[in-house]
């Protein structure tokens, strides 16, 4: 990558890694569907004012209403839903971890498929190590939450993972056209619509988000959300996807993980086993062989 992309991957490690302790913070006291919903139709309504003051054509990026659809019911509203949802059964540090981890192999399994990614016996272990981890994690928080559905949650945050990966992968092409900013827009708009209305589907009611639910941290955490997180965080992955390939993009699963971790055990008082530890290290460690495994560079589309 380059120095430019290095800086921007530096910057979505730490801002990604701090979006955790917002989402839990959020979805104590808030309906979490509604509450992803109402970050991501904010952001979109600020990302595509910009496009447009950028001159940016609507009509074009509209012309690709097909790709536009897919991507943002793939990389928001299947993933952020069932990730805002199992956050409300897990901890943020244990969530952060799963997601951030798989996001790199699901990554690397979907650009093979497509025939971005070369098959390797490396990646076959890295795979292997990732299912062990898995596992472990599974029972940590079978044993430590059995009651409140934890292993549920965990189910809901690795669904996510392979659905914003599955969403990555295919937007290159879009983003590449259009622009990170538009694509951007269009995603997060349309991806919160279509969440706010799985939200109600699924029995979430709007009257819960009044202003009484809305705590300090809650509205702090939003906030957070929105302006980094969204406008500043998803903007950088939608550049790093398009100029570094989506493999290198999401080598951010090598450090968030770290501050997510440190800062629900810290803020949040989340607990943390000795389980959970290994099951974590067993993921990173996939993450990292899936990254570094293969020895083909991701292909760089033109601009």
Same mark, same amino acid.
């Not at 497509?114 to 990614?117: I, S, V």
């Not at 951010?252 to 440190?262: L, Q, R, T, Y």
């Not at 008082?269 to 389980?275: D, F, I, K, S």
């Not at 991701?298 to 601009?303: A, I, N, Y």
């Given at each position: 990558?380059s120095?430019?992309?290095?800086?921007?991957?530096?910057?979505?490690?730490?801002?990604?890694?701090?979006?955790?302790?917002?989402?839990?913070?959020?979805v104590?006291t808030l309906?979490?569907?509604?509450?992803?919903?109402?970050?991501?139709?904010?952001?979109?309504?600020?990302?595509? !004012? #910009? =496009?447009?003051?950028?001159?940016?054509?609507?009509?074009? /990026?509209? +012309?690709?209403?097909? *790709? &536009?659809?897919?991507?943002?019911?793939?990389m928001?509203?299947?993933?952020?839903?069932?990730?805002?949802?199992?956050m409300?059964?897990?901890?943020?540090?244990?969530?952060?971890v799963?997601?951030?981890s798989?996001?790199?192999?699901?990554?690397?399994?979907?650009?093979?498929l497509?025939?971005?990614?070369s098959?390797?016996?490396?990646?076959?272990?890295?795979?292997?190590?990732?299912s062990?981890?898995?596992?472990l994690?599974?029972?940590g928080?079978?044993?430590?939450?059995?009651?409140?559905?934890?292993w549920?949650?965990?189910?809901s945050?690795?669904w996510?993972?392979?659905?914003?990966?599955?969403?990555?992968?295919?937007?290159?092409?879009?983003?590449?056209?259009?622009?990170?900013? !538009? #694509? =951007?827009?269009?995603?997060?708009?349309?991806?919160?619509? /279509?969440? +706010?209305?799985?939200? *109600? &589907?699924?029995?979430?009611?709007?009257?819960?988000?009044?202003?009484?639910n809305?705590t300090?941290?809650?509205?702090?955490?939003?906030l957070?959300?929105v302006?980094?997180?969204?406008?500043?965080?998803?903007?950088?992955?939608?550049?790093?996807?398009r100029?570094?390939?989506?493999?290198?993009?999401?080598m951010?699963?090598?450090?968030?993980?770290?501050?997510?971790?440190?800062v629900?055990?810290?803020?949040a008082?989340?607990?943390?086993?000795?389980?959970n530890?290994?099951?974590?290290?067993?993921?990173?460690?996939?993450?990292?062989?899936?990254?570094y495994?293969?020895?083909a560079p991701?292909?760089?589309?033109?601009?």
């Open positions: 990558m120095a430019s992309n290095y800086g921007k991957f530096a910057i979505l490690c730490a801002v990604w890694g701090l979006t955790w302790i917002a989402v839990k913070y959020g104590t309906p979490p569907m509604l509450f992803a919903a109402l970050r991501f139709v904010t952001a979109g309504v600020v990302f595509l !004012a #910009v =496009a447009v003051w950028q001159g940016r054509s609507m009509r074009g /990026l509209a +012309a690709d209403w097909l *790709s &536009i659809f897919i991507v943002s019911l793939l928001i509203t299947l993933c952020y839903g069932p990730l805002f949802w199992g409300t059964k897990v901890p943020s540090g244990t969530a952060a799963l997601e951030m798989l996001t790199p192999v699901c990554l690397f399994v979907f650009g093979m497509l025939r971005q990614e098959w390797s016996w490396a990646a076959a272990i890295g795979l292997a190590v990732g062990i981890g898995l596992y994690l599974f029972v928080g079978s044993r430590a939450s059995h009651d409140d559905g934890a549920i949650g965990i189910i945050v690795c996510a993972a392979a659905s914003s990966a599955l969403g990555s992968v295919l937007a290159k092409p879009t983003i590449a056209k259009h622009g990170s900013t !538009a #694509v =951007a827009g269009a995603t997060t708009f349309l991806g919160g619509l /279509l969440l +706010a209305g799985a939200a *109600s &589907i699924c029995g979430e009611n709007i009257t819960d988000l009044a202003v009484s809305w300090a941290k809650a509205f702090g955490g939003w957070f959300l302006i980094f997180g969204s406008l500043i965080g998803y903007r950088l992955y939608m550049q790093l996807l100029d570094a390939g989506p493999t290198r993009a999401g951010f699963a090598f450090v968030s993980p770290a501050i997510a971790v440190a629900g055990t810290f803020l008082r989340e607990p943390l086993t000795a389980t530890l290994v099951g974590m290290a067993f993921m990173l460690l996939s993450a990292a062989v899936c990254l495994g293969t020895r991701p292909r760089r589309m033109s601009k």
